[in-house]
């Protein structure tokens, strides 16, 4: 019995070890930052503000452990000390006014501590005054829209790569991979503008440190400064519709030299597809339409 047992525990180990191989042989190459098999924690920093981001939580998280182990270790204390058995008469206190005074303060100044750096990190965020580049992000039911107005106006549209169309070795990525990245250089500073064609959306890519509302008839601004070339993947997370989960975000970092040789090559390749802003809004209309 006991035989079998380590048998079967040994088959589950193995298997739990190829499915986690099997996911972590992402077809693109060099560094990849997507979700992972039971990730809990963030993922590695890419950027200032994931940065800043990472050290908050981190700090939050550190203070919310000692409230909860002094808390936890106070209720076990009073439990002990002030049991039916220990004190078969109840007290007649009604209140302590040093007591109520510190339970009022010490909360207090724990919520300045962490109200402090959130605010500097929600300022920081914000946007950047020495921006290199723009980048106008749109969001359509059910894809995005980048536009480079520093670049003649290069935009198009970035769809997810249906299933059936992967490739074996592209499958542990699915619902990640899309037909045109958007392609950014490394080491500047990125202002990005984000706006919707038709409802709420969500532009959010979690290693850049990168979520804001994409909502129509707004412009909404924030920043990026990628540390390092790489593929870097995020979705759409704020519910859009019944294809909401097929709204992936796919970024390609490059050298600033791979960048301009990039933009040679794109003002050539978008700039017969791409079609009036009036007609894309027309047919995301439409396609919405047949879709419901």
Not at 32 to 39: G, H, L, N, S, T
Not at 93 to 111: D, F, K, Q, R
Not at 182 to 195: D, E, F, H, Q, W
Not at 231 to 236: I, K, L, Q, T, V
Request: glycine share 6%.
């Amino acid at each position: 019995m006991h035989v079998k047992f380590r048998q079967l525990a040994a088959s589950a180990f193995l298997l739990a070890l190829s499915a986690g191989a099997a996911f972590a042989a992402d077809p693109p190459t060099g560094l990849v930052m997507a979700p992972q098999r039971w990730q809990t924690g963030m993922q590695a920093p890419h950027s200032p503000v994931q940065a800043r981001i990472e050290h908050l939580n981190d700090w939050v998280t550190v203070i919310i452990v000692l409230i909860t182990v002094f808390v936890a270790g106070l209720l076990a204390y009073v439990m002990w000390r002030y049991s039916a058995a220990k004190n078969p008469t109840p007290s007649s206190v009604s209140h302590n006014s040093t007591l109520e005074a510190a339970w009022t303060i010490i909360p207090v100044l724990i919520l300045v501590g962490m109200f402090i750096p959130s605010l500097r990190l929600v300022y920081y965020e914000d946007r950047t005054h020495d921006a290199d580049m723009t980048i106008k992000v749109t969001g359509h039911q059910w894809y995005w829209e980048y536009t480079y107005p520093d670049a003649g106006g290069i935009h198009f549209e970035s769809r997810m790569i249906d299933d059936e169309d992967l490739k074996p070795d592209q499958k542990p990525m699915r619902h990640l991979l899309v037909d045109n990245q958007l392609v950014l250089p490394v080491g500047k500073n990125i202002r990005i503008l984000t706006t919707g064609a038709d409802v709420i959306h969500s532009f959010f890519i979690p290693s850049l440190g990168v979520q804001r509302y994409a909502i129509p008839g707004r412009t909404i601004e924030t920043w990026v400064r990628i540390d390092q070339p790489g593929d870097f993947y995020g979705e759409c997370n704020q519910i859009c519709g019944m294809n909401h989960s097929v709204m992936p975000i796919g970024i390609h970092a490059v050298s600033p030299d791979e960048f301009k040789s990039w933009l040679v090559t794109a003002k050539t390749k978008f700039s017969n597809a791409s079609l009036d802003q009036p007609a894309r809004f027309a047919q995301a209309a439409t396609a919405a339409g047949t879709e419901h």
